[in-house]
């Protein structure tokens, strides 16, 4: 299993704003998240989009804008930002659809690809952002020497 870009810069930008979600408003400027996370923020804005339709994130338009998490932290899980860009088709097309592979039916890789499958979206469903951000504040006080 490879993690494209796109899932792998937006879990990253999700955490940030699961860091920042108890901060004022939680409303976070791309421009802040797209430093921190050393990506553009043209290419943020693109994914924030993905993750707005989704309704993992909302916009907040003036001054003082930004984006925020939709739902606190400890209620979203990365299987969900997963889905928005990889999709829900498993690993392999047989496994949501039978008609291309006349081997289907008897087929033990296609087995192994399933349970590989559920074994990645169990974890991915058991992670939420609120685990991300504690794990990230244990290793910054670690770091820091606290």
């Known amino acids: 299993m490879k993690l494209g870009t796109k899932t792998r810069y937006s879990a990253r930008a999700m955490l940030d704003l699961a860091l920042n979600y108890e901060n004022g408003n939680g409303v976070v400027p791309v421009k802040e998240i797209a430093d921190r996370q050393h990506v ?3 290419y943020l804005e693109h994914l924030l989009a993905s993750l707005r339709a989704a309704g993992l ?3 907040v338009r003036g001054a003082q804008g930004g984006h925020r ?3 606190p932290p400890g209620e979203i899980n990365l299987r969900e930002v997963y889905h928005v860009f990889e999709g829900t088709d498993g690993f392999v097309e047989c496994m949501t659809c039978l008609e291309p592979c ?3 039916d008897g087929c033990v890789t296609r087995e192994v690809w399933t ?3 559920d074994a990645s979206m169990e974890i991915l469903e058991s992670t939420t952002l609120e685990d991300l951000a504690r794990r990230a504040r244990e290793n910054q006080d670690t770091v820091a020497g606290v």
Request: charged share 40%.
């Open 69 to 71: 998490l939709a739902r």
């Open 102 to 104: 006349d081997r289907a």
């Open 57 to 59: 994130v909302r916009s």
């Open 40 to 42: 553009s923020a043209k």
């Open 115 to 117: 349970r590989l499958y």
